[in-house]
């Protein structure tokens, strides 16, 4: 590279560096460059987000959907990207089989829906070696033993975070319309129940079916009981949750389901999801809470 590249050319030269790198087998200095564009853009994309409503969105995809029209992007891409949008101005999650698993092969950036049975049309790389994009990092985001840890930690952790805090703190949103504590508490508890009922059915039938779940939306519903005592009925089912997994034998923890909205996944997968999730509403209860300082 020369002079001053703007941003978007510097992704393009990091990832295409990555890429020689890798053919060098110089794999430390290659993940250097792939992280480094994976930043970029993420801090790009991060400054340009901004809240929006539902119409809002349904017009990014759509103009999103006839730029990439013009960028030899794959139809059935294209094709999924409005099946969701379609979804989404119903008010309701896409299913796996509305907007399927994408997969890039990663040497030349051919991209196949929902499987890949054949060698890439490209540049010839094996099936095996695309990439699998899936719906949140969650999923494989940890294994059971580092998952068992964090269930253990994260209650407490949040009972740091309402240390201190009034009823009526914990029911003060920042502004009209967002969550307050109460609602970061019964949004958590709701999630872990799904989980615990999930655990059954993975208990007791065999590839069991798993209903998409729009857990946020539940967490304005509720206006009793107090915020503590759904803090306190969320410490009590992670004890039952824990005990269970901790007596789980590790083959269970491969058992798979039909999850209609993200495919076929395994009792691990759900549990890294869970786990992973709570972790992310932790800013969202300290950022709260520092609105009482």
Known sequence: MTGNPDW?????????????LEGEGQYNLAKLARATADSLGRRKAFLQSAPGNKQELLTEIENISVALSGLAVSEELIAAFRRGAVALSAGRLPTIQETPHPYVCRTCGAMAMGSV?????????WPDTFQWFPPVYWLDALDPPAALKTLRQTPLDVAALLEGLSEEHL??????GDWAIRNVLTHLRDAQGVLDYRLDLFSQEENPVLE?????????????PAALEIFES?????????????LLPLMDWWRTGRHEEFGIVSLKQQVSYFTSHELTHLPQIEKLRNQFK
């Open 212 to 224: 998409a779940k729009a857990v946020w939306s539940w967490a304005t519903e509720e206006r009793a």
């Open 117 to 125: 049975a054949e060698k890439c049309p490209s540049c010839g790389a």
């Open 171 to 176: 029911s003060q949103p920042l502004s009209d």
């Open 234 to 246: 969320y410490q009590t089912l992670r004890a039952k949750i824990l005990a269970r997994l901790e």
């Open 8 to 20: 978007a050319q510097t992704l393009i030269d990091l990832l295409a560096l990555a890429l020689l």
